[in-house]
């Protein structure tokens, strides 16, 4: 709430967090939050950020917070960003009218990262 163009989806009340991006590329400020050491998990459909919060989080909120108040930013100022990492690929897989293609093709995307000799 503290970040503007950010909103939460769902309950605020569950564990389970998700948020999206209005007016800003969503993908891309996942991209800057991995740039900075988070893990990120995207959705669909509203193209939106999901994270799992127990208490054991309680100690990096604040900085999870701040990254993502800088990732913001850094994506708004940038628009660009959304044209490299990983956000075209998921902003593409969004928007494809053929679900079990996109099935597929996120499949073997994960295949290829889990393949042996991947770092």
Not at 30 to 54: F, N, Y
Request: charged share 20%.
């Amino acid at each position: 709430a503290q970040i503007p163009g950010l909103a939460l989806l769902g309950q605020s009340h569950s564990t389970i967090v998700s948020y999206e991006a209005k007016g800003t590329n969503v993908y891309a400020i996942a991209d800057r939050m991995e740039t900075r050491g988070w893990t990120m998990d995207r959705q669909h459909k509203p193209a939106s950020i999901h994270l799992t919060v127990t208490a054991n989080h309680g100690k990096v909120v604040d900085q999870y917070l701040a990254d993502l108040r800088v990732s913001t930013e850094e994506v708004r100022s940038n628009p660009a960003l959304a044209k490299s990492g990983s956000a075209p690929m998921y902003g593409m897989a969004a928007k494809m009218p053929i679900r079990g293609f996109v099935k597929a093709q996120v499949r073997k995307v994960f295949a290829e990262m889990y393949s042996k000799g991947q770092p």
